[in-house]
């Protein structure tokens, strides 16, 4: 779990630091509004990056943390679902809140 977690932090630093220049459907947060204009791809991915860095270092860190328990993989699903859907609403308050 630990290495799917470092996995998915790198995969989310390279977005953050090379985020797309325009939608697509390979790279980049696809939720929501985000396709709406280019402005709104740019935003949303800015944040979306940015939130899920933290988050997957929270649980790489959490998973470090709580390796020698049998069973930290529960602990550790549940707080990335509710994560994943905070992260969402957060992104779309952003791109509802900025752009008008």
């Given amino acids: 779990?630990?290495?799917i977690l470092i996995f998915f932090l790198t995969y989310f630093f390279i977005l953050y630091v090379f985020?797309?220049?325009k939608?697509?459907?390979?790279?980049?947060?696809?939720l929501g509004s985000a396709k709406k204009s280019l402005?709104?791809?740019?935003l949303a991915n800015k944040y979306a990056a940015k939130y899920l860095l933290w988050l997957y270092s929270f649980?790489?860190?959490?998973?470090?943390?709580f390796f020698f328990l049998d069973y930290y993989d529960i602990l550790i699903l549940p707080i990335?679902?509710?994560g994943l859907i905070f992260i969402y609403?957060?992104?779309e308050k952003k791109l509802k809140s900025e752009i008008i």
Avoid: A, D
Wanted: no cysteine; hydrophobic share 50%.
């Fill in 89 to 91: 609403f957060l992104v």
């Fill in 1 to 3: 779990m630990t290495f």
């Fill in 59 to 65: 649980l790489v860190l959490l998973s470090l943390t």
């Fill in 80 to 82: 990335n679902v509710l």
């Fill in 19 to 21: 985020p797309p220049k």
């Fill in 39 to 42: 402005e709104h791809w740019k």
């Fill in 23 to 30: 939608p697509n459907f390979f790279y980049g947060y696809q």
